[in-house]
């Protein structure tokens, strides 16, 4: 706007003003010249210089013998110079030469005559039209200042947003956003304030959902601990230890059950060394091969995502004889690949094991206790960290279970 401002101004008004400045200029020097070669003598430039200087500020000077200057200095502003040009050009039948740039109020302007040079010193805002440099200062001025005010807007606005995102972003992860408060324009305090309430909807949501399982899986103990104290005291027969496996079948699906309310525990996350944890995560899994890695620092859950990461290796234990782990710390995400030699899962069917409760018709889903939650916990718990569980196939011709966190 401000650049089709100045165009209009130049084009439509200060150009204007500046060629009748110029003609007029042109016309007094092309008199002057004209009067002096009536009487082409040095006491006739000092009578016109006379009658210039005080009235036209044009002061002239006969300088007898020299030849015009033949090197141009070009001014800033282009269009200065072809408009003094152009009307000198139509004014002057004289070879001329001028220069705008040499004097910061004057204008030097020599004409050829016969008897050497006639040298004019105009004064610049009689050539020029001075509101000219004045608009630009303004311009400029007004354009620094306007842009400053919308920076300072347009951040008002944006950083609101950016805290929502940024929110969002902390709350898909499962950290503490208690600190957020919606401000801004309506338009995002009313995004904000529908955040904080489907927040609120969703933590409602887990937290009936984990008292449900929690409580159906306790009430069943004490009935299911009776039975076992029961069987433990009947004679060892066939029927007693079907019915004592049975038993131990319902409480490993107790179990499972707990272990999947607890999916979205409250654990806080903490900055851990990841050798550290790879180590605590692999003990008692001497038979995994672990791949060498970087050590660095890392925030997450520990308790958390070593369960989650077991569950990925016990799954691949289950299932193969040969099982890697090998760690991938790339600019965005670490990677934790489980990667395994067994039966592999169909492409069709990888979408259907983080159901819970799903088992697949080969028996290829990794169920701790065989109840169809483990792979379901381990995706529980990646997404709590704002991660995912990808499935591939492994080099070895299994499965490979990628464990995939942000940085």
Same mark, same amino acid.
């Given at each position: 706007?401000?650049?089709?401002?100045?165009?209009?101004?130049?084009?439509?008004?200060?150009?204007?003003?500046?060629?009748?400045?110029?003609?007029?200029?042109?016309?007094?020097?092309?008199?002057?010249?004209?009067? +002096?070669?009536?009487?082409?003598?040095?006491?006739?430039?000092?009578?016109?210089?006379?009658?210039? $200087?005080?009235?036209?500020?044009?002061?002239?000077?006969?300088?007898?013998?020299?030849?015009?200057?033949?090197?141009?200095?070009?001014?800033?502003?282009?269009?200065?110079?072809?408009?003094?040009?152009?009307?000198?050009?139509?004014?002057?039948?004289?070879?001329?030469?001028?220069?705008?740039?040499?004097?910061?109020?004057?204008?030097?302007?020599?004409?050829?005559?016969?008897?050497?040079?006639?040298?004019?010193?105009?004064?610049?805002?009689?050539?020029?039209?001075?509101?000219?440099?004045?608009?630009?200062?303004?311009?400029?001025?007004?354009?620094?200042? =306007?842009?400053?005010?919308?920076?300072?807007?347009?951040?008002?606005?944006?950083?609101?947003?950016?805290?929502?995102?940024?929110?969002?972003?902390?709350?898909?992860?499962?950290?503490?956003?208690?600190? +957020?408060?919606?401000?801004?324009?309506?338009?995002?305090?009313?995004?904000?304030?529908?955040?904080?309430?489907?927040?609120?909807?969703?933590?409602?949501?887990?937290?009936?959902?984990?008292?449900?399982?929690?409580?159906?899986?306790?009430?069943? $103990?004490?009935?299911?601990?009776?039975?076992?104290?029961?069987?433990?005291?009947?004679?060892?027969?066939?029927?007693?230890?079907?019915?004592?496996?049975?038993?131990?079948?319902?409480?490993?699906?107790?179990?499972?059950?707990?272990?999947?309310?607890?999916?979205?525990?409250?654990?806080?996350?903490?900055?851990?060394?990841?050798?550290?944890?790879?180590?605590?995560?692999?003990?008692?899994?001497?038979?995994?091969?672990?791949?060498?890695?970087?050590?660095?620092?890392?925030?997450?859950?520990?308790?958390?995502?070593?369960?989650?990461?077991?569950?990925?290796?016990?799954?691949? $234990?289950?299932?193969?004889?040969?099982?890697? =782990?090998?760690?991938?710390?790339?600019?965005? +995400?670490?990677? +934790?690949?489980?990667?395994?030699? &067994?039966?592999?899962?169909?492409?069709?069917?990888?979408?259907?094991?983080?159901?819970?409760?799903?088992?697949?018709?080969?028996?290829?889903?990794?169920?701790?206790?065989?109840?169809?939650? &483990?792979?379901?916990?381990?995706?529980?718990?990646?997404?709590?960290?704002?991660?995912?569980?990808?499935?591939?196939?492994?080099?070895?011709?299994?499965?490979?279970?990628?464990? $995939?966190?942000?940085?």
């Amino acid at each position: 706007m401000q650049m089709a401002v100045a165009w209009f101004f130049f084009n439509a008004h200060w150009a204007r003003v500046t060629s009748n400045l110029s003609d007029s200029v042109a016309a007094d020097v092309a008199v002057a010249v004209q009067l +002096f070669q009536q009487d082409p003598t040095d006491e006739n430039a000092k009578s016109l210089d006379a009658l210039l $200087r005080p009235d036209m500020e044009l002061s002239v000077v006969l300088r007898p013998d020299e030849l015009l200057p033949t090197s141009n200095r070009n001014a800033f502003f282009s269009t200065l110079d072809k408009t003094l040009r152009r009307s000198l050009n139509e004014t002057l039948d004289e070879p001329f030469w001028f220069d705008t740039t040499r004097y910061p109020n004057h204008v030097d302007i020599q004409v050829k005559v016969d008897q050497g040079v006639l040298r004019f010193i105009a004064a610049r805002e009689r050539v020029f039209a001075p509101t000219g440099y004045v608009f630009i200062f303004w311009l400029i001025t007004a354009t620094v200042l =306007l842009s400053l005010i919308s920076i300072l807007f347009i951040r008002r606005q944006s950083d609101p947003i950016k805290e929502l995102a940024d929110a969002a972003t902390s709350f898909g992860k499962g950290q503490d956003i208690s600190d +957020f408060k919606p401000r801004g324009a309506s338009e995002v305090r009313m995004a904000g304030q529908s955040f904080l309430k489907m927040r609120s909807r969703i933590r409602r949501h887990l937290e009936q959902r984990t008292l449900m399982l929690a409580g159906v899986s306790h009430d069943l $103990r004490t009935p299911l601990t009776r039975l076992k104290l029961q069987l433990a005291m009947q004679d060892d027969t066939e029927d007693t230890r079907a019915a004592r496996r049975d038993v131990d079948e319902m409480e490993a699906m107790l179990t499972g059950y707990l272990d999947f309310a607890r999916g979205m525990g409250t654990e806080k996350p903490d900055t851990v060394r990841l050798a550290d944890f790879v180590t605590q995560t692999m003990k008692g899994r001497d038979d995994v091969e672990v791949s060498d890695f970087e050590d660095r620092d890392i925030s997450i859950r520990p308790v958390m995502l070593r369960r989650s990461l077991g569950n990925l290796i016990n799954n691949a $234990r289950k299932y193969g004889s040969n099982v890697d =782990l090998r760690i991938e710390d790339t600019e965005d +995400f670490l990677m +934790f690949h489980v990667e395994d030699d &067994g039966p592999g899962i169909p492409i069709e069917q990888r979408s259907e094991v983080f159901k819970a409760f799903q088992r697949l018709d080969g028996a290829r889903n990794q169920n701790i206790e065989g109840i169809g939650l &483990g792979l379901s916990i381990a995706q529980d718990i990646a997404q709590l960290h704002g991660g995912t569980i990808l499935l591939a196939d492994s080099p070895k011709g299994g499965l490979r279970a990628t464990l $995939r966190l942000p940085l």
